[in-house]
């Protein structure tokens, strides 16, 4: 992608959104002791994020698509790309279907993005392209470890906006991915001293924490001053759990609560072990859950989705419905109608009609077809 596209894109999301330290406070986390394995995630933003829910398939064929095709209509000069789903998974969308925020799979493989000021993927025009939010899809259709997801990073090429990456796998192995300068960043094992990841530099944020006690430094860390770094609070608090005295689901609930400053739209949790996902949201407080296994992950059996911010508790299996076109076009026109008309402009910025773009994103599940 050009400097020049970026810069616009980037733009466009800050006056949209705001300043990413201010009004985006993303973070993700893995939580590894004993035998409690679980990541949990915070999205940010400004106003209401609507979200679906959505239980993917395995054995499904998909196609590549880049975010500026989407956009405009017009394919890219990369070579073509297409896939079968080959585990099935639970995302969470704030768009629509095969658009994730994030999410995990049958595997136990789990994948999360959070804003990165300074983003810029590499060009190479000889590798397929795929849209950043369909890359993570494509993840967790195709892949079950950490290992795999950073081969991924050199075998493709991304496009979309500024946004960094943490994948985290169910052997325990957890991996920091950004674009930089056009560049691949890849921290994992020794240099991942802390699975943790906010909206800031991975390097920048281990150099901070080296001042603090505990960590190299002399600084206090004090958790209930939220002047202090959210990578800071995020690392002592894992450092801190205790298998023997705290409930991992409720922990890890309690440091999605320490990193929030304000913002906070939704937070999840996931057990990557068993395959249980716990989410939340601003608009509904109650803690909503799900076992994966409980579904049935053919393609011949219906997609199922729900909206993340239902007035539910407990577990909702039984309150997934089945995924229809008109649901999707429906829940991607309040998502463009949540982010407001700037965003509107910006999605037809490459001349295309709103309608227009609605249906290409709406429509691309439509296009995918069951293998089995």
Known sequence: MHRKTVFLITLSIVLLLGTVSDILPCQTFTLKKGSILIVGHNLGARNHVPGLVVINKRGVRKTAVSWKEL???????????????????????????????????????????????????????????????????????????????????HD????????????????????????????INIFKGKDLPFPVLCNTKYVAEVKNIKRYK???????????????QRFIHGAQMIRDFDPE?????????????????????????????????????????????????????????????????SDLEGNVEKNFTGYSLKKNRDFLKTAISALGKGFESFLTAEGSTIEEVISRLAGYSEKTSCTK
């Open 71 to 153: 956009l405009s209509g017009k394919p890219a000069s990369n070579p073509p790309f297409e896939w079968i789903s080959k585990y099935g998974s639970v995302t969470f969308n704030p768009f629509c279907r095969d658009f994730p925020d994030g999410g995990m799979n049958e595997a136990g493989l789990f994948i999360e993005e959070m804003t990165l000021d300074g983003t810029r993927f590499p060009v190479d025009e000889s590798k397929p392209l795929l849209f950043m939010m369909l890359w993570m899809q494509y993840i967790l259709d195709s892949f079950e470890t950490v290992e795999q997801v950073v081969q991924s990073v």
């Open 156 to 183: 493709l090429t991304i496009d979309g906006w500024t946004w960094h990456f943490f994948t985290a796998d169910r052997k325990g192995n957890s991996a920091v991915i950004e674009f930089l300068d056009g560049e």
């Open 214 to 228: 505990d960590f190299g430094g002399d600084k206090a860390i004090d958790l209930k001053s939220h002047r202090q």
């Open 245 to 309: 005295k705290d409930d991992a689901v409720d922990y890890g609930f309690k440091i999605l609560n320490q990193f929030d400053r304000g913002g906070t739209q939704w937070s999840f949790v996931c057990d990557l072990k068993n395959l249980k996902a716990y989410f939340r949201s601003k608009a509904s407080k109650k803690i909503k859950e799900l076992d994966l296994k409980s579904f049935g992950l053919s393609c011949r059996t219906s997609v199922k989705v729900l909206d993340y911010h």
